[in-house]
């Protein structure tokens, strides 16, 4: 059974940095898409940023374009995804998922602009709280 986890979340400044994690554990993916999304109280779930397993490809919400920064590890063999997210920003306090969709050996092909839509994963974390205060 996948499970994502992830990590890093807390109450910042504006203008701090936060860096949050999420590991995949049950399976380890061979090729896959793995994303963050948010949602703030009241809000729906919004898309932030969504990388492809090499890591040479990334896309990001406009939003956060140029203050957060996507990227993948493998930590004991986990694979992993990471957000450091700087020049933080009360409008960024919300709920941070990360997820996965697993290519299963394929992903020739990845549009990655496609990964802001929710339907495009397959697995999801339980999501860890980002708090900034003004």
């Known amino acids: 059974q996948v499970q994502l986890v992830e990590s890093g979340g807390g109450l910042v400044q504006a203008g701090g940095s936060l860096r949050l994690s999420c590991a995949a554990s049950?399976?380890?993916?061979?090729?896959?898409?793995m994303g963050w999304f948010r949602q703030a109280p009241g809000k729906e779930r919004e898309f932030v940023a969504a990388?492809?397993?090499?890591?040479?490809?990334?896309?990001?919400a406009n939003s956060v374009k140029g203050r957060f920064s996507i990227s993948i590890s493998k930590d004991n063999a986990k694979n992993t995804v990471n957000l450091q997210m700087n020049g933080l920003e009360p409008e960024d306090t919300a709920v941070y998922y990360c997820?996965?969709?697993?290519?299963?050996?394929?992903?020739?092909?990845?549009?990655?602009?496609?990964?802001?839509?929710?339907?495009?994963?397959?697995?999801w974390g339980q999501g860890t709280q980002v708090t900034v205060s003004s």
């Open positions: 997820a996965v969709d697993d290519l299963d050996g394929t992903g020739l092909r990845v549009v990655l602009s496609e990964y802001k839509y929710e339907y495009k994963y397959d697995y």
């Open positions: 049950g399976r380890t993916f061979s090729t896959y898409v």
């Open positions: 990388i492809t397993w090499t890591g040479a490809s990334t896309y990001y």
